[in-house]
Nanobody, 115 residues
Framework: VQLVESGGGLVQPGGSLRLSCAASGFTFDNYGMNWFRQAPGKEREFVASISWSASNTGYAEFVKGRFTISRDNAKSTVYLQMNSLKPEDTAVYYC?????????WGQGTQVTVSS
């Protein structure tokens, strides 16, 4: 299983970024996917989830209305569109797959929101 995040960077408050997570090594369209984040000095926290068919999504309260999770099963990729970014969104963002009772994580992509 391999998960590779990309799309992070430095953005001003109010700006947008689109993160991608390219998956390989498993049957992507059989599994739900998740985004988490970890800010310096804080625990890793859940951000968003999407079911295998994309029919169900879930969000942490602090990103509702600003972030959108989506997936392209043909490309084995899950996305996180982040709008109206705030300085408190600064963190390393990780995608996660839960496969047969094991969690698999990517290496993360840094998102910094600052003027």
């Amino acid at each position: 299983v391999q998960l590779v995040e990309s799309g992070g960077g430095l953005v001003q408050p109010g700006g947008s970024l689109r993160l991608s997570c390219a998956a390989s090594g498993f049957t992507f369209d059989n599994y739900g996917m998740n985004w988490f984040r970890q800010a310096p000095g804080k625990e890793r926290e859940f951000v968003a989830s999407i079911s295998w068919s994309a029919s169900n999504t879930g969000y942490a309260e602090f990103v509702k209305g600003r972030f959108t999770i989506s997936r392209d099963n043909a490309k084995s990729t899950v996305y996180l569109q982040m709008n109206s970014l705030k300085p408190e969104d600064t963190a390393v963002y990780y995608c996660k797959a839960h496969i047969r009772n094991s969690d698999y994580w990517g290496q993360g992509t840094q998102v910094t929101v600052s003027s």
